[in-house]
């Protein structure tokens, strides 16, 4: 079977064999035939089996029907590195067709926006005017499993021109049937591939180590893998660059991915820990894709992460021979993140001593976290002050000063977001809701059962409505 079977737009076939892809895989030809019939879908699909390549088929299928004014098609994800995947793998099938893929609100630069990708967080942050939801007719919800109990359903209600509701998933969890519940309407349900197997055996253990002796600790626990193979997660990007360069430097042979890679870099540091290549691999919080399958034997936290991403990781990773060893490096800083942790799991992890890894000795060169200094501008030579001349008066208002206080560094500022998203994840998993004072937004969470159904885009609670958009 080709993709010609499924009746596709002459320009986007042409875009398919542009990118070698001639025939479909066995969980696209089951998952696009709905899609491309418009009806609202229910899917539960692993990941790494081609479904993200099956939505963006459907939907620029469906964009080139008719002349792209506006976008049509609303993405939503969990997290900023799915979304600029999903970006980078809609652009690769849009832009040969002359459409564009962007991110929420983007207005393009150039070719038409035919599809909008953004994340749960970022849909919050913004309010969509009734011109920007006025043309939507897709709204898609990706690893529904992992997003916020926002109320999806008085989302759609607000997007009049809405016809097709697509939730996709990487297990059917009660969270997932709610959501399906609430918003899609007689919807095809299919479950493709088999469910993620859970680890048969699996020890946890925290180690109490400060940040200049997590390298070492990390040796330490890379000493016994023998022909198993190895995660760490870091929390920033720039983390998980100076982990994997250390690494390397101590004769570890090991790769990165993140969201600064692109997705070609991701997919070849995969393939190439998948097939033993190196048996290391360093990646971020949020930004292993197409892990799922890949057995693992150890499982690194270089930093304590939320308590949803702590549950998902262990959840997602396969364990190698129904084994897998999970250690958590704990510095004094991390101490409230892993009591959220616990917390969360209803459980108290393990401690375990640093000194049972035997770190003195082991390597003469501690991992430095610090970022790269920045360039400075030389010294300026001192003159004496010139008289001033009088300023012509300009109309526009005056110019902003060029000066003023040091902004923080790009690592400072996604060290703190990051752990920002990972305080509200944590606070969210013990109280079971989002509390829209602390996202600074209006009420979108999901009513419970004791408050009304949303009714005609709006939701009553306790005497007041709250309208999407307004």
């Known amino acids: 079977m080709s993709f010609s079977w499924f009746g596709l737009h002459p320009d986007l076939s042409a875009a398919l064999s542009q990118l070698s892809l001639s025939e479909p895989t066995p969980t696209q030809r089951v998952i696009l035939p709905p899609i491309l019939a418009g009806g609202d879908l229910l899917v539960r699909v692993p990941e790494g089996a081609g479904r993200t390549t099956a939505l963006w088929i459907g939907l620029v299928q469906r964009l080139l029907a008719r002349p792209v004014e506006a976008p049509r098609a609303l993405v939503v994800t969990a997290n900023p590195e799915r979304a600029a995947t999903l970006i980078e793998r809609g652009n690769a099938l849009a832009g040969p067709v002359g459409l564009a893929v962007g991110r929420l609100l983007d207005p393009g630069n150039g070719k038409p926006i035919g599809a909008w990708v953004t994340t749960a967080e970022e849909l919050l942050a913004h309010r969509l005017e009734e011109a920007d939801r006025a043309g939507l007719e897709v709204l898609v919800l990706d690893e529904a499993e992992r997003l916020a109990p926002l109320a999806w359903a008085e989302l759609a209600a607000a997007l009049p021109a809405l016809t097709q509701r697509l939730i996709f998933a990487a297990a059917l969890g009660p969270g997932v049937r709610e959501i399906a519940e609430r918003l899609l309407v007689h919807p095809a349900v299919l479950e493709v591939g088999a469910p993620p197997a859970p680890a048969v055996e699996r020890t946890e253990a925290i180690y109490p180590t400060a940040d200049?002796?997590?390298?070492?600790?990390?040796?330490?626990?890379?000493?016994?893998?023998?022909?198993?193979?190895?995660?760490?997660?870091?929390?920033?990007?720039?983390?998980?660059?100076?982990?994997?360069?250390?690494?390397?430097?101590?004769?570890?042979?090991?790769?990165?991915?993140?969201?600064?890679?692109?997705?070609?870099?991701?997919?070849?540091?995969?393939?190439?820990?998948?097939?033993?290549?190196?048996?290391?691999?360093?990646?971020?919080?949020?930004?292993?894709?197409?892990?799922?399958?890949?057995?693992?034997?150890?499982?690194?936290?270089?930093?304590?992460?939320?308590?949803?991403?702590?549950?998902?990781?262990?959840?997602?990773?396969?364990?190698?021979?129904?084994?897998?060893?999970?250690?958590?490096?704990?510095?004094?800083?991390?101490?409230?993140?892993?009591?959220?942790?616990?917390?969360?799991?209803?459980?108290a992890l393990p401690r375990r001593e640093a000194a049972e890894l035997d770190l003195e000795g082991r390597t003469a060169e501690p991992l430095s976290l610090a970022e790269p200094e920045r360039r400075t501008e030389p010294e300026r030579r001192t003159e004496a002050p010139r008289p001033e001349r009088p300023r012509k008066k300009e109309h526009g208002g005056s110019r902003p000063s060029r000066g003023g206080d040091r902004r923080p560094s790009s690592e400072e500022d996604e060290e703190a977001r990051i752990r920002a998203i990972a305080e509200a994840q944590q606070s969210a998993a013990v109280e079971a809701r989002l509390s829209p004072s602390r996202m600074g937004m209006m009420d979108y969470r999901a009513p419970s059962s004791r408050q009304p159904v949303a009714d005609k885009g709006g939701t009553r609670r306790r005497g007041r409505t709250k309208r999407f958009g307004r």
């Open 212 to 347: 200049d002796q997590k390298g070492a600790a990390i040796l330490a626990l890379l000493g016994g893998l023998g022909e198993g193979r190895a995660v760490v997660f870091t929390r920033t990007r720039h983390r998980a660059n100076r982990v994997a360069e250390w690494l390397r430097a101590q004769g570890v042979p090991c790769e990165r991915i993140h969201g600064d890679r692109t997705f070609r870099q991701r997919s070849e540091a995969i393939a190439a820990f998948k097939s033993g290549t190196f048996r290391v691999l360093v990646t971020t919080d949020l930004a292993a894709r197409g892990l799922e399958a890949q057995p693992v034997s150890q499982l690194v936290l270089f930093d304590v992460p939320g308590a949803e991403e702590y549950r998902d990781r262990l959840e997602r990773i396969v364990a190698m021979d129904g084994r897998l060893n999970v250690s958590i490096l704990v510095s004094d800083a991390d101490e409230s993140l892993l009591r959220a942790v616990e917390r969360a799991i209803s459980r």
